[in-house]
Every structure is written in structure tokens, then in C-alpha cells.
């Protein structure tokens, strides 16, 4: 396990390991109540009295004030007294002992906060609660966090993942859950993994208990990939396709969506058994198809683009996910052979509109009209069908809903 580098100044640590029976007189003395006679290894309650740059002096009781040394005033790294404490705080603070020739009472506010500290990180251990405390430092192999004392959470406990870079977390709060405590190593150990762990089990449980097909569900785009996106719909992630991403035609998922972007995505298929999730996007949008016969009028002349070559015509898209079929017959004024002759794809072109079947969303256009009205000077048509105009026998069988989509 990763351990914490103590780094603090702290020229009294040794005289502190050979204080007799520590702990018990520490815990024996949590009462803090003044006293005229104050010994080494108790914690008691006083008055600051003075703060300067380096030092606080603070009134116990005694027959003189104690001293608090600047690196005795906190486990953080400090430049001054005045961050910590300022004249007439009332604070707990553990006798060190004696210094100078005077003998002035020496104390640690450090290490009354610390004893404090300890005991509630045992409580939290033994009831398995989450506690919160702030990144003070990012160190070699992980993180130190105050939880009244110097904590360290483990890279490898940070995350549920590996991160690379630690410097984002510095002054964040965390939760995090006591995972190692030594008292007498001064290591306490932490972990945000289990935390985040046991939140992705609950919510995962919800989830599932929750789900239906056919629902509409609130979600964040975690990742993009070619051949669509996966939705975090927390805790759980599904599978938006590509091709459920739009009415229209899509050549990537980044077109339309970017990751962190928040969607409500429509539950298509579950599969409990492997935790698969088929979500759809355009299900939650207005179908065009609904509505296309109030926008496309038969005999009227609409813009659109050629997206793709058959052997029987050209599929020509007037808006995201209507698309029409304009037949080899109706592509030019004279005979061809193929639509690679009059079109290719991806050209803008004219078109009349001959017949629209909402129901089976299928539109019959006819470049070859279009371009003799515009030719003309008429516009667009004011009837649709064309005059003498002859279906052929792939577009009656397009009409019927039978034809072959045979790309050229």
C-alpha cells in the first residue's frame, strides 16, 4: 500500500514518541477544562491571547501563557499564524511541554486536533460511513487530504479507472471511505474508489428495477464511436446505433452529438440477462414523415440532393430523412441507361414532385419535368403527374413497395 510522506518540520517528534502512556492521558484528558497546573501529554482548552507571523500565544490557565510554534499550529503547510487562528479563539491544545530559560509552556493545537481526529476516524471505520475532506496536496503516488490530520488517498483508490493526471483533484472534496488506520504509524489511508464503487452498484440496481422498454429516459453521451454512441443513463450505459441517431443520414455520431452532451433517448430493447441497452434518438423527435404531404405538394418544384444511385433511379433527399426516388425515366429529356448518366451523388439538383405516399413514405419526383418547367419560366407546376407521363415498371413497383434496392 502506498504510504503518505510526512513532510512537516516537527523537531519534538521524538521527544513526543517517549511521552509515557500518550493515547491514555490524551483520552483521558478530552475534558480540555482549564488548569493551574497543566502537565505534559494533556489537552486542555484556552484563550489566544496573541497571534503573530510565526507564533500564537494562548492562555491555559497556567501561571504563564503557552506558545504554539507556527509548525504546531496545523498539519496543513501555513505561512502564517493568521490563517489558523486570530485573538480570542477559544481552542483545544495539547501540552507539549517546557522551553527556555524561563520555562514558557509549550502547546500543539496540531496535535489536539489530531487526537480529536483519530477518534472520529475510527468511528467512521467501524460504522462504515463516508467521510468528506478537501485535497490539500497532490504527491507522488496519490493524494494527501485533511481529515483533521494528514490523510492519503492511493492513485490507484481515486478513481475506479487509471487517471493520468491527479492536478484537477487539488481543493476538490471528496467522499471517501477509511480503508487502513495506524496510530501508531500516524497513516491513515482512504479510498474514493470504493465510494464511487458502491454508488455505481446502487444506482445500477435502481436503474434496472426502473427500465422498460418504450420509455423515454434522460442521459449523458459518455463516448462516441463509428458506429454510434454509448449513453450513460446512470449507472448504466446503453447503445444509441448510428442508425437510430436521426431521420436522416448520418456519416458520423459526432455530427449531431459530443460527449458530456445531455439527451433523452427512447429504451428500444433490453436485455436483462447480458445488461444490454438499445436506445433510439429519432424516436424522441418529429417523425417528417407525418407532416410531409402538408410540406411537399404534388406538382410544386423543391431543391433537394441526389444521396445515392440505384440501377432503376436516383434517391434524392429534400430534408434530413425524406428522401425521394426520381426514376432513370424521369432524370433526363432523352433516353439513358443508367442514372450515372444525367446524375451523381451528392449534386443539387430541381425536382417536381409526382406523387407522395406519406403512409408508405415514399415520394415520386421527376428531374426531367422540373427541368422544362424551370426551363419555361413557369416556376414550379401547378398540377403533379406530368403530362403523358408513363410509369415504368420499376417505379410502379417502387409505388407498390416492392422494388429493389440494388445500388448502382
Do not use: C
Not at 467501524?126 to 492513485?155: H, I, K, N, Y
Not at 434496472?208 to 446512470?234: C, H, M, Y
Not at 431521420?247 to 449531431?256: A, C, D, L, T
Not at 451528392?346 to 418547367?373: F, M, P, T
Amino acid at each position: 500500500m502506498e504510504e503518505p510522506i510526512d513532510k512537516h518540520p516537527n523537531p519534538d517528534s521524538e521527544n513526543d514518541q517517549q511521552e509515557p502512556r500518550e493515547q491514555d492521558i490524551l483520552e483521558q484528558s478530552m475534558g480540555m477544562g482549564a488548569v493551574e497546573d497543566v502537565r505534559p501529554g494533556q489537552v486542555v482548552a484556552g484563550t489566544v491571547v496573541q497571534v503573530s507571523g510565526d507564533s500564537v500565544l494562548v492562555d491555559v490557565g497556567a501561571k504563564s501563557e503557552g506558545i504554539i510554534h507556527l509548525h504546531d499550529l496545523s498539519h496543513r503547510r501555513v505561512e502564517s499564524a493568521e490563517e489558523i487562528v486570530k485573538l480570542g479563539d477559544t481552542v483545544s491544545v495539547y501540552v507539549l511541554g517546557w522551553e527556555g530559560e524561563e520555562g514558557m509552556l509549550r502547546l500543539s493545537k496540531r496535535r489536539a486536533d489530531e487526537v480529536e481526529a483519530w477518534k472520529r476516524l475510527e468511528d467512521v471505520m467501524q460504522q462504515d460511513t463516508v467521510v468528506e475532506a478537501e485535497v490539500t496536496e497532490v504527491v507522488r503516488g496519490g493524494l494527501v487530504v485533511d481529515v483533521g490530520l494528514r490523510g492519503f488517498v492511493p492513485s490507484s483508490h481515486v478513481a475506479r479507472g487509471y487517471i493520468n493526471d491527479l492536478k484537477p483533484f487539488l481543493g476538490q472534496t471528496l467522499r471517501l471511505r477509511v480503508i487502513e488506520l495506524d496510530r501508531s504509524k500516524r497513516r491513515a489511508i482512504l479510498s474514493r474508489k470504493v465510494v464511487l464503487e458502491e454508488e455505481s452498484k446502487s444506482l445500477r440496481e435502481t436503474l434496472w428495477n426502473e427500465i422498460e422498454e418504450g420509455q423515454v429516459r434522460p442521459g449523458t453521451v459518455k463516448s462516441l464511436t463509428d458506429f454510434g454512441a454509448f449513453i450513460d443513463l446512470g449507472g448504466v450505459d446503453g447503445l444509441l446505433h448510428i442508425s437510430e441517431m436521426s431521420w436522416g443520414r448520418i456519416q458520423h455520431p459526432s455530427e449531431i452529438l459530443q460527449e458530456g452532451q445531455a439527451v433523452n433517448v427512447k429504451v428500444l430493447r433490453l436485455d436483462r440477462d447480458k445488461e444490454k441497452i438499445s436506445l433510439g434518438l429519432r424516436q424522441v423527435m418529429p417523425n417528417p414523415w407525418e407532416t410531409v404531404a402538408e410540406r411537399y405538394l404534388e406538382g410544386d418544384i423543391y431543391p433537394g440532393k441526389v444521396v445515392r444511385l440505384a440501377a432503376f433511379g436516383a434517391f434524392v433527399e429534400l430534408e434530413p430523412g425524406v428522401d425521394g426516388l426520381v426514376h432513370v425515366s424521369q432524370l433526363a429529356d432523352h433516353r439513358i441507361a443508367t442514372p450515372a448518366e444525367a446524375v451523381q451523388v451528392g449534386d443539387l439538383i430541381q425536382v417536381k414532385v409526382l406523387y407522395v405516399d406519406a403512409e408508405a413514405k415514399r415520394i415520386s419526383l421527376s428531374k426531367r419535368e422540373a427541368d422544362e418547367a424551370l426551363a419555361a419560366g413557369e416556376g414550379s407546376a401547378s398540377s403533379g403527374g406530368g403530362d403523358g407521363f408513363t410509369v415504368g415498371e420499376h417505379l410502379a413497383a417502387y409505388h407498390a413497395g416492392n422494388w429493389e434496392e440494388e445500388d448502382h
